[in-house]
């Protein structure tokens, strides 16, 4: 527990008090306990310069998730949503995971042709 000066009459203030007990004037809060303020700041570090050196890094290294599980994911989250609200009623979850097994083998299949030629 800190000891800060009261900027209204310059008595010795505990830095927990929130206001001055001599003469009740508020205590401004310490930049340390207002860490929080720089979560934005952090996020937006993060998407402009973190992130995209990540990716740099995935890609150089050929981490990169191929464009065809992408494709395969986001047709299978679509097959869920169309299924889950019942806009085709003769099709199952089991159609969602046949068409997703499908799409992946027959994306692997492309790319490997292409690294071929
Ligand atoms: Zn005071």
Same mark, same amino acid.
């Given at each position: ?6 900027? =209204?009459?310059?008595?010795? @203030?505990?830095?927990?008090?929130? /206001?001055?007990?001599? %003469?009740?004037?508020? !205590? ?35 981490? =990169?998730?191929?464009?065809? @599980?992408?494709?395969?994911?986001? /047709?299978?989250?679509? %097959?869920?949503?169309? !299924? ?34």
């Amino acid at each position: 527990m800190a000891l800060t000066k009261c900027r =209204e009459c310059g008595a010795d @203030v505990s830095s927990q008090a929130k /206001a001055c007990a001599r %003469c009740g004037a508020p !205590v401004p809060v310490p930049p340390s306990s207002r860490w929080w303020l720089w979560l934005p700041v952090g996020v937006v570090a993060f998407l402009f310069v973190v992130a995209p050196a990540l990716m740099s890094v995935i890609k150089a290294l050929g981490w =990169e998730t191929p464009q065809y @599980v992408h494709d395969a994911n986001a /047709a299978f989250v679509a %097959c869920k949503t169309m !299924v889950e609200s019942r806009t085709f009623r003769n099709r199952t979850m089991k159609d969602c995971d046949e068409l997703h097994a499908q799409m992946l083998t027959e994306g692997e299949r492309a790319a490997k042709a292409q690294r071929g030629k």
